[in-house]
């Protein structure tokens, strides 16, 4: 261990000063012969030992720190920060120890290369590798509690969170409202995936929406920050509106295709419930077969009761079950989180778990932007520049593998997970953003930028407002 012990591993080991080993002839006077090398391991030990102690100590003590939350049977406990903080470090400081290491048995394993290959010399050589891959090992091991052991990644990727949020009269009164708005139901809003819907920032009264603030603050808002872990000011709604599905109209809309939102997640609240059939199916894509959505892929569906509010991931790909009887009305949220005050560009501060380290949200950003070079690539001639083509292809990559990764690692978690949280407390803060920054995007610097793809279809119907104002 330490100075005392080191030697070149270059070199082979220093022969003993007494006891010098016989020649096979017996004949005392010859020169010495170089021994053999002693076996790599009790060396590898203990020149590594210091290192491999301070290793321990500092992920015992940081493990101790993160493991009552580890631990909790309940993922919403006050101190998931510190958690993440803590693996964090430990991810760090295995990084750090991988490479000090690594670096050390690189010299240590062209030496064994260079020896006569005998089976012991390979066997030790192969052992040698032994710690290498055990740090790599504890790496992976980390990264994954890394992002297991956090809501604020990998379980919103694949686990729809549900809570009870409206009574059964409030649901009808939303209706109401609704019926009572200022502009009729469209279907264009969402061209890809079109519904009967009303946006309601510039459908409904304004005594109505001041009345669905309330309801909001006091009720989403404590529910999307307990169970994404975000503070509720840097939450946006990029779009809310009622949807409706309707078995009695003539041609009524009564169900929608498999597809994924704009967004970087999702609620829907269920508003009536005299309905058959209905709910909202999400499926496991890491296993879809592209354009072929059927039976035989592993869905979970939902069909909770009035008033039910539940989020998801927008990323997750669902479908809205036709109903068979009756009219089904759901209010839906696309919500953003932004790094920064779009007005007065303050930082939110997040944490890099609710953003950069969050897979759900890294997806997000890269498919904003892929659509956004796609959009921009298809509508003006002027920008068909390879610079382009070349961001949009890397942006469309970056957006896939990590679209794929994240429905792989959430695999233990097909979308049935839920967790019941009601927190009516009204704590007299401030709600999320939920009128005033719709159909937006913000750049890396909380500046608004023009998305064609999302906004270019809606801004034209926001007519209360104008299309310019929008996006000033
Ligand atoms: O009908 C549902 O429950 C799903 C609605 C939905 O996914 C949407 O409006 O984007
Ligand atoms: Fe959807």
């Given at each position: 261990m330490g100075k005392k012990n080191k030697h070149n591993p270059n070199t082979p080991r220093p022969l003993p000063t007494s006891g010098t080993p016989s020649s096979p002839s017996g004949d005392q006077s010859s020169k010495p012969v170089p021994l053999p090398p002693t076996s790599p391991l009790p060396s590898l030990l203990e020149d590594n030992l210091l290192i491999l102690l301070i290793y321990a100590a500092v992920l015992r003590m940081l493990i101790k720190q993160s493991a009552k939350d580890i631990t909790s049977p309940t993922f919403f406990s006050d101190s998931r920060r510190e958690t993440c903080d803590a693996l964090l470090k430990i991810t760090m400081l295995t990084v750090i120890f991988s490479f000090i290491l690594s670096l050390k048995l690189r010299k240590r394993l062209e030496y064994y290369r260079k020896k006569q290959p005998d089976f012991m010399s390979r066997f030790m050589s192969c052992m040698s590798y032994l710690p290498v891959l055990s740090v790599v090992a504890s790496f992976a091991f980390c990264f994954f509690m890394t992002l297991f052991s956090n809501p604020e990644a990998v379980q919103t990727l694949r686990t729809v969170f549900k809570t009870q949020m409206l009574t059964p009269k409030e649901c009808k009164e939303i209706i109401k409202m609704a019926s009572r708005a200022k502009m009729d139901w469209t279907t264009?809003?969402?061209?890809?995936v079109p519904t009967v819907d009303m946006n309601i920032e510039e459908a409904f009264q304004e005594k109505d929406k001041k009345q669905l603030t309330e309801i909001f603050d006091f009720r989403l808002s404590p529910f999307i920050e307990k169970t994404l872990g975000v503070p509720r000011r840097a939450v946006r709604a990029d779009d809310a509106f009622i949807v409706k599905y309707s078995a009695v109209e003539k041609g009524g809309q009564t169900g929608l295709k498999p597809h994924t939102d704009e967004a970087y997640f999702s609620v829907n609240i269920l508003?009536?419930?005299?309905?058959?059939g209905g709910g909202t199916r999400f499926y496991q894509r890491e296993l879809e077969p592209l354009d072929d959505y059927n039976s035989t892929i592993p869905s979970y569906d939902l069909s909770p009761p009035i008033g039910n509010a539940f989020l998801h991931r927008s990323r997750i790909l669902h479908e809205g079950i036709p109903i068979s009887k009756g009219e089904r009305y759901i209010l839906v949220l696309f919500m953003h989180i932004d790094q920064?005050?779009?007005?007065?560009?303050?930082?939110?501060?997040?944490h890099p778990f609710s953003t950069w380290l969050n897979v759900g949200y890294m997806e997000s950003w890269f498919n904003e932007r892929y659509q956004g070079l796609k959009a921009e690539l298809i509508e003006n001639e002027s920008t068909q520049s390879l610079h382009h083509k070349y961001l949009r292809t890397v942006f469309y990559t970056l957006m896939y593998s990590t679209r794929l990764f994240s429905d792989f690692i959430g695999k233990?978690?097909?979308?049935?997970?839920f967790i019941e949280i009601m927190d009516s407390e009204k704590t007299g803060e401030a709600g999320a953003n939920w009128w005033q920054g719709q159909h937006m995007r913000l750049n890396e610097f909380g500046d608004r930028v023009r998305n064609?793809?999302?906004c270019a279809a809606n801004s034209a119907k926001f007519t209360n407002r104008g299309a310019e104002d929008i996006f000033k």
């Amino acid at each position: 261990m330490g100075k005392k012990n080191k030697h070149n591993p270059n070199t082979p080991r220093p022969l003993p000063t007494s006891g010098t080993p016989s020649s096979p002839s017996g004949d005392q006077s010859s020169k010495p012969v170089p021994l053999p090398p002693t076996s790599p391991l009790p060396s590898l030990l203990e020149d590594n030992l210091l290192i491999l102690l301070i290793y321990a100590a500092v992920l015992r003590m940081l493990i101790k720190q993160s493991a009552k939350d580890i631990t909790s049977p309940t993922f919403f406990s006050d101190s998931r920060r510190e958690t993440c903080d803590a693996l964090l470090k430990i991810t760090m400081l295995t990084v750090i120890f991988s490479f000090i290491l690594s670096l050390k048995l690189r010299k240590r394993l062209e030496y064994y290369r260079k020896k006569q290959p005998d089976f012991m010399s390979r066997f030790m050589s192969c052992m040698s590798y032994l710690p290498v891959l055990s740090v790599v090992a504890s790496f992976a091991f980390c990264f994954f509690m890394t992002l297991f052991s956090n809501p604020e990644a990998v379980q919103t990727l694949r686990t729809v969170f549900k809570t009870q949020m409206l009574t059964p009269k409030e649901c009808k009164e939303i209706i109401k409202m609704a019926s009572r708005a200022k502009m009729d139901w469209t279907t264009d809003r969402h061209p890809a995936v079109p519904t009967v819907d009303m946006n309601i920032e510039e459908a409904f009264q304004e005594k109505d929406k001041k009345q669905l603030t309330e309801i909001f603050d006091f009720r989403l808002s404590p529910f999307i920050e307990k169970t994404l872990g975000v503070p509720r000011r840097a939450v946006r709604a990029d779009d809310a509106f009622i949807v409706k599905y309707s078995a009695v109209e003539k041609g009524g809309q009564t169900g929608l295709k498999p597809h994924t939102d704009e967004a970087y997640f999702s609620v829907n609240i269920l508003l009536s419930d005299d309905f058959e059939g209905g709910g909202t199916r999400f499926y496991q894509r890491e296993l879809e077969p592209l354009d072929d959505y059927n039976s035989t892929i592993p869905s979970y569906d939902l069909s909770p009761p009035i008033g039910n509010a539940f989020l998801h991931r927008s990323r997750i790909l669902h479908e809205g079950i036709p109903i068979s009887k009756g009219e089904r009305y759901i209010l839906v949220l696309f919500m953003h989180i932004d790094q920064f005050d779009y007005e007065t560009k303050e930082s939110f501060k997040l944490h890099p778990f609710s953003t950069w380290l969050n897979v759900g949200y890294m997806e997000s950003w890269f498919n904003e932007r892929y659509q956004g070079l796609k959009a921009e690539l298809i509508e003006n001639e002027s920008t068909q520049s390879l610079h382009h083509k070349y961001l949009r292809t890397v942006f469309y990559t970056l957006m896939y593998s990590t679209r794929l990764f994240s429905d792989f690692i959430g695999k233990t978690h097909p979308g049935g997970k839920f967790i019941e949280i009601m927190d009516s407390e009204k704590t007299g803060e401030a709600g999320a953003n939920w009128w005033q920054g719709q159909h937006m995007r913000l750049n890396e610097f909380g500046d608004r930028v023009r998305n064609e793809h999302t906004c270019a279809a809606n801004s034209a119907k926001f007519t209360n407002r104008g299309a310019e104002d929008i996006f000033k």
